[in-house]
């Protein structure tokens, strides 16, 4: 009955910057690594970034490594990633879910995906 709540997606030119933002209705994340991954038009959803429980430990997709950057606020069962120096594949809609410790590009299977939010970069 958790619900994932995705927003703060947009249209933006490229070399610009979005905020998402990752909220679970209803209870905490609990002890979850959580992750944010993307999904193309035409493509399979592809894992972004990835960050632990307390947050010491984050991962990136190698593409996405130095613009991107994930944060939460367990306080707020929030959790969020800062796009920079966006690009047009970028373009996607993004999601977010719980993870496995072990390796944060796969889901734990203890949410259901949210809705996803669309981020769209023009060039």
């Known amino acids: 009955q958790v619900q994932l709540v995705e927003s703060g997606g947009g249209l933006v030119q490229a070399g610009g910057s979005l905020r998402l933002s990752c909220a679970a209705s209803g209870r905490t994340f609990s002890s979850s690594a959580m992750a944010w991954f993307r999904q193309a038009p035409g493509k399979e959803r592809e894992f972004v970034a990835g960050i632990s429980w307390y947050g010491t430990s984050t991962y990136y997709l190698d593409s996405v490594k130095g613009r991107f950057t994930i944060s939460r606020d367990n306080a707020r069962n929030t959790v969020y990633l800062q796009m920079n120096s966006l690009k047009p594949e970028d373009t996607a809609v993004y999601y977010c879910?719980?993870?496995?410790?072990?390796?944060?590009?796969?889901?734990?299977?203890?949410?259901?995906w949210g809705q996803g939010t669309q981020v769209t970069v023009s060039s």
């Open positions: 879910n719980a993870v496995k410790g072990r390796d944060y590009t796969k889901v734990s299977d203890d949410y259901s």
